[in-house]
Structure formats: structure tokens, C-alpha cells
């Protein structure tokens, strides 16, 4: 059974630090993977995906995320955050043969220290 | 990318009435899902709502509490029945793109209190 473990419910950082947000998986086949953004009363918003293609995914706002294998991890980062960016953010899995459904992590609340 | 609307987008119910919540996608979308986001948690998927036919159920959640209809291909509703105080969340609608692998959207959500 595929399953997602963000590590950390809440990070806090400074305004202009990097920002890193943990994500392990598991899976039995290659997953699909995806980070989520719900910024305070709004749904949704796809930050970035990766589906076995380049293993270093680039997304909006300046997020990125890398696929490795080997640690079954799929972390979150931001070179320079911005207080915009605080936000919930989810980090989801899928089977692409289970018919697109996404198992979501608990998700990390991030804040933005000015 | 498919554009999701959501109505109503919050409401204050009373216990033992039932709520029905559509989802509008502006395109036609191969599937769609209803999710549950319960206070400070993350979501739960409640159903796979099918098209022409009836929508399957995750582990914890019967048709009798959410009846689901999916009458085309750009429109679903969830319905709550019976609620309690425990059905307070945010109720959130998904569709996955057709002919994109794996993209899905979602709905802004609707924000249901159960008094």
C-alpha cells in the first residue's frame, strides 16, 4: 500500500532563507509524486509533479523538488523564501494504475519570519 | 489545466439535514473525486465519482452518509446526509485532466459547520 510521511508539521524559517520540506514515500511500483500549496482559506494549488521523467522537477514560485529512489524521498525546496510562501503544503503520492488517486501526507504548515 | 468551481462555497447547517455540493469543471475531465479535509488535517478521498455509473467508495465512507452523482463529464455533486458536528470540514472536488498523465486540480473548496 502506497503511504506519505512528511516530516515536520511545521517549519519556520526567515525571509530570504532556504526553505525545506521533507517528503518520504512508499510505493510498490514507480510512483507519481506531487507537492500541493493551500495558501489560509482557498483549495488546492499544484506546486509541481514528477512522473519518471527528469528526476529534478522545477515548479511555480520558485519551488523545486528531487526524486531519489534510492531514499524514497521527494523533498520540497526554495533557495529564498519570500513571506508569500507561507502557506499548508502536501506532499501526495499515486499509483498511476490505481486510477489517479492521490494518498496525501499530513502536510507541513510553513511560516515566513520577516 | 481544468478550472474547478465549487458551490456553495461555506455553510452553517443543522444537524439532521443533508447539504448537496456541486462541482463545475470547464472542461470535460475523464475522472473526478470528492475529498475530505477535516480541521487541521490533511485530505482523505472519499469517492471516485464515475461517470454513467456509481461512484466508488474508499474504506470508511458509504453511499447511504455521501450519495454522489456524476450525470457528464464536467459535472458532480456530493451530497451529506444526516449531519452531525463531525461532519464539519471543507469538502474539496478534484478532476483529473484528460490525456495529461496524472495532473489534478482542485475546486476551492466548501466549508461545511455542522451546529
Known amino acids: 500500500a502506497q503511504s506519505v510521511t512528511q516530516l515536520g508539521s511545521h517549519v519556520s524559517v526567515s525571509e530570504g532563507a532556504l526553505v525545506l520540506l521533507r517528503c518520504n514515500y512508499s510505493?510498490?511500483?514507480?510512483?507519481?509524486l506531487f507537492w500541493y500549496v493551500q495558501y489560509p482559506n482557498q483549495g488546492l494549488q499544484l506546486l509541481l509533479k514528477?512522473?519518471?521523467?527528469?528526476?529534478l522537477v522545477k515548479g511555480i514560485n520558485g519551488f523545486e523538488a528531487e526524486f531519489k529512489k534510492s531514499e524514497t524521498s521527494f523533498h520540497l525546496t526554495k533557495p529564498s523564501a519570500h513571506m508569500s510562501d507561507a502557506a499548508e503544503y502536501f506532499c501526495?503520492?499515486?499509483?498511476?494504475?490505481?486510477?489517479?488517486?492521490?494518498?496525501f501526507g499530513q502536510g507541513t504548515e510553513l511560516s515566513v519570519k520577516p | 489545466s481544468a478550472v474547478i468551481s465549487q458551490k456553495p462555497s461555506r455553510d452553517i447547517c443543522q444537524r439532521g439535514t443533508s447539504l448537496t455540493i456541486q462541482c463545475q469543471v470547464d472542461?470535460?475531465?475523464?475522472?473526478m473525486f470528492w475529498y475530505r479535509q477535516q480541521p487541521g488535517q490533511s485530505l482523505t478521498l472519499i469517492a471516485t465519482a464515475n461517470q454513467g455509473s456509481e461512484a466508488t467508495y474508499e474504506s470508511g465512507f458509504v453511499i447511504d452518509k455521501f450519495p454522489i452523482s456524476r450525470p457528464n463529464l464536467t459535472f458532480s455533486t456530493l451530497t451529506v446526509s444526516n449531519m452531525s458536528p463531525e461532519d464539519s470540514s471543507i469538502y474539496l472536488c478534484?478532476?483529473?485532466?484528460?490525456?495529461?498523465?496524472?495532473?489534478?486540480?482542485f475546486g476551492p473548496g466548501t466549508r461545511l459547520l455542522v451546529l
Open positions: 478534484s478532476a483529473k485532466d484528460r490525456g495529461r498523465v496524472e495532473t489534478q486540480y
Open positions: 501526495a503520492v499515486s499509483e498511476g494504475n490505481q486510477g489517479g488517486k492521490l494518498i
Open positions: 510505493s510498490s511500483v514507480p510512483p507519481y
Open positions: 472542461s470535460q475531465v475523464t475522472m
Open positions: 514528477y512522473t519518471s521523467a527528469a528526476t
